[in-house]
């Protein structure tokens, strides 16, 4: 099943040496805790990058994109098993 959220949350993340590490995320009043990054892209929204993470929880991904010209994070979709 997916979910389109398309939401701004907080990160929590570890950046250093060309690598980003996302440890949380917190929307809708919890914490997700971040197993790993299954997959990253960018897209351009213009000439300006943008970000996109696919990270793993709970036996979900979770799609996520940071806009560096706006400096805002957004949860865009989930997956869930059923």
């Known amino acids: ?15 250093g040496k060309g690598t980003v590490k996302i440890i949380s995320l917190f929307w809708n009043s919890r914490i997700i805790p971040v197993e ?6 960018m897209t351009k929204n213009g000439i300006y990058p943008v970000f996109h993470f696919a990270v ?13 010209v706006k400096l805002q994070w957004k949860l865009d979709r989930i997956h869930m098993d059923g």
């Open 56 to 68: 793993s929880s709970n036996d979900a991904i979770w799609e996520i994109h940071f806009d560096p």
């Open 36 to 41: 790993n990054i299954t997959y990253q892209w």
């Open 1 to 15: 099943m997916i979910t389109d959220v398309n939401e701004p949350i907080k990160v929590k993340l570890i950046v």
